[in-house]
Structures are given as C-alpha cells and as structure tokens.
C-alpha cells in the first residue's frame, strides 16, 4: 500500500495541476449535472467550500472548466468541463493505477472496491470522532 500511495502521490503534480485540482477534474466528469456545482465537489472532496472554490477558480481560468448559470437560480452555478479539460483527462496521473486495476479479473476488482470503501468509510468516522 505504501508503495501504491508513493507512486500515487509522485504522479498527483503532473500537467500543470495539483492534486485538488485533479480530484475536481474527475469529480466534474463523473458526477451527475446536477451534483456538478462547487459546494457538492466540497463536500465529495471533504473540504471547505471556501477551499472548492479556490481549486474550481484555477480550473476556470487554466480552461479547463466553465461556469455555467443554474436556469431559475442566478446564485447557482453549474461546473461543466471543457474540451480541454476532457482532453486533459486522457493524460490523468491516476490512470496506470486505474489500468493496473482493470486488468484484475472481475473477482478481484469487486473484493478490492469492497475494501478501500470499507477501509475509507473506517478512516471517516475515526476522522469525525477527532474532530
């Protein structure tokens, strides 16, 4: 796992983006439209609003992402990639790690999601009980 989290992390400062910046990349494309706005990403990435919107505001002005009014809600904004910021995503550090996985038989992809979900939700509820 350590090894793993070193590879990872060597790779997280790649393309001109930092690690939040690439987290808000691949939560902008995977998320739903409706989830696409910088207080859901907050929460998804388990920061500040304040600290969203610092990481969606460099993606906006690097062209990678837009701000896109919220029909019927002036003060919401929907965040959609750009091209480019599609395009950016074929080059994501993560994606060996991403391969690697995938090349797994199925068995062994599902017992692995099962365990990093289990393994993160543990760290979450030891982290709120800290705080």
Do not use: C
Request: glycine fraction near 6%; hydrophobic fraction near 45%; aromatic fraction near 4%.
């Amino acid at each position: 796992m350590t090894q793993i989290v070193r590879l990872a992390n060597g790779a997280a400062f790649a393309g001109g983006l930092n690690p939040a910046q690439w987290s808000a990349l691949r939560y902008l494309a995977e998320a739903v439209p409706e989830s696409r706005t910088v207080t859901d990403f907050a929460h998804y990435h388990a920061t500040t609003s304040g600290t969203a919107s610092q990481t969606v505001a460099a993606l906006v002005r690097k062209g990678l992402v837009e701000r896109l009014p919220e029909p019927g809600d002036r003060r919401r904004n929907r965040l959609e990639l750009t091209s480019a910021g599609h395009e950016l995503l074929h080059d994501d550090p993560l994606g060996s790690i991403s391969a690697a996985i995938a090349a797994q038989p199925m068995d062994m992809q599902e017992a692995l999601a099962l365990a990093l979900d289990t393994t993160l939700q543990t760290l979450m509820r030891t982290d709120m009980a800290k705080a």
